[in-house]
């Protein structure tokens, strides 16, 4: 987990692109929302891997999006619920119920159904907001953090070994 942390902080540092490590922010949030062994997890992450993203900044914010998902559980279910329980979307539900894909992807429990829609409505909003979050961090704290002396301690830790062993810095 230190190497991951290390390499993520390596692309905060570097002069890597902020849009490839802000996507792999909001694929790793849409991937972390829902159960892991869902049909549209393996799609997200074949696509993580098939287009250039920063996949340390993938698996940091999946890891982090899942456990977040626990606090967001009853809203994601509450959205699911409603979302299959509406009226005039139960002749859609009962169509899709009848393809093979759709039983695969389970799409008709509540928290997965859930999970898919919150975090296809937030996939945009989350690139935008961590792609200033990057660009913000690279202008105005990156410098200003180099000051303090926790970041000083933590250059004497083995956590800034790995981060500069990763930068090709040596140790």
């Known amino acids: 987990m230190l190497t991951l942390l290390a390499k993520l902080f390596q692309a905060l540092n570097s002069e890597s692109s902020s849009r490839q490590i802000a996507l792999a922010v909001a694929l790793g949030f849409f991937f972390g929302l829902a ?3 869902s049909l549209h997890n393996v799609v997200i ?22 456990g977040l998902s626990y606090i967001f559980s009853f809203f994601l279910v509450g959205l699911g619920e409603s979302l299959l329980g509406a009226q005039a979307l139960q002749g ?17 429990h509540t928290y997965t159904l859930g999970a898919f829609v919150f ?7 989350m690139y935008f907001l961590s792609l200033t979050l990057v660009e913000k961090y690279r202008v105005s704290l990156m410098a200003t953090l180099e000051r303090y002396r926790i970041v000083k301690a933590l250059k004497a830790s083995r956590f800034y070994r790995i981060y500069t062993s990763l930068a090709g810095q040596g140790v």
Do not use: C
Not at 46 to 64: C, D, G, N, Q, Y
Not at 119 to 125: C, R, T
């Open 92 to 108: 859609l539900w009962t169509g899709l119920y009848q393809f093979d894909w759709f039983k695969l992807a389970h799409l008709h």
């Open 119 to 125: 975090g296809l409505l937030m996939l945009v909003p």
């Open 45 to 66: 992450l074949f696509f993580a891997l098939f287009i250039r993203v920063h996949l340390s900044s993938f698996i940091l914010a999946a890891t982090f999006f899942s």
């Open 35 to 37: 159960p892991l062994a």
